[in-house]
T-cell receptor, first 110, second 114 residues
Framework: SQQGEEDPQALSIQEGENATMNCSYKTSINNLQWYRQNSGRGLVHLIL?????REKHSGRLRVTLDTSKKSSSLLITASRAADTASYFCATDRGADGLTFGKGTHLIIQP | DVKVTQSSRYLVKRTGEKVFLECVQDMDHENMFWYRQDPGLGLRLIYFSYDVKMKEKGDIPEGYSVSREKKERFSLILESASTNQTSMYLC?????????????FGPGTRLTVL
């Protein structure tokens, strides 16, 4: 069953602007991860945030986690054309690995 | 760097054929996973494995089987391919932990069943 659900499904912004994607989930988690997928390729891990963390940074990425609202957001600052991709959140399902959402398709217009 | 490779990027098979999708990882990871990805449905877990000769059903195992004879290799088998198995198949691996660790993905195999 799907755990994480990304919002919006698609997002188109101008290069240089910030992009924000959201993820909501239903049950308690140990951690939440964000992945990126370029068209027709495999997924690449971006960042992991644990349930006792509220915010995490990695380069131009900023992830927040609000366990009371069961939601997370991924912010990409100063977007570039190369950031065009699909972005997925994934929540852990204990020993059975991860459950992925359906993704947000981000398009950066040059 | 972790490397996960899949035997084919593109594959075209006919209905009823037996299809083997191979996945190999070079980081001595205990866990390996097979997903399929379809538009509007996201990634869905087919099967996973914690160790050699071990396998567990995921969310959509029907029509599939798996084999893990060696730690580095995890094979997905379509016993009798059908058109509704046309999809992108993604393999992933992760080190053994209590669960929910980072997964490392292969490039994917786009399978078309005619």
């Amino acid at each position: 069953s799907q755990q994480g659900e990304e919002d919006p499904q698609a997002l188109s912004i101008q290069e240089g602007e910030n992009a924000t994607m959201n993820c909501s989930y239903k049950t308690s988690i140990n951690n939440l991860q964000w992945y990126r997928q370029n068209s027709g390729r495999g997924l690449v891990h971006l960042i992991l945030i644990r349930s006792n963390e509220r915010e995490k940074h990695s380069g131009r990425l900023r992830v927040t986690l609000d366990t009371s609202k069961k939601s997370s957001s991924l912010l990409i600052t100063a977007s570039r054309a190369a950031d065009t991709a699909s972005y997925f959140c994934a929540t852990d399902r204990g020993a059975d690995g991860l459950t992925f959402g359906k993704g947000t398709h981000l398009i950066i217009q040059p | 760097d972790v490397k996960v490779t899949q035997s084919s990027r593109y594959l075209v098979k006919r209905t009823g054929e037996k299809v083997f999708l191979e996945c190999v990882q070079d980081m001595d990871h205990e866990n390996m996973f097979w997903y399929r990805q379809d538009p509007g449905l996201g990634l869905r877990l087919i099967y996973f494995s914690y160790d050699v000769k071990m396998k567990e059903k995921g969310d959509i195992p029907e029509g599939y089987s798996v084999s893990r004879e060696k730690k580095e290799r995890f094979s997905l088998i379509l016993e009798s391919a059908s058109t509704n198995q046309t999809s992108m198949y993604l393999c992933a691996s992760s080190p053994w932990t209590t669960g929910g660790d980072t997964q490392y993905f292969g490039p994917g195999t786009r399978l078309t069943v005619l």
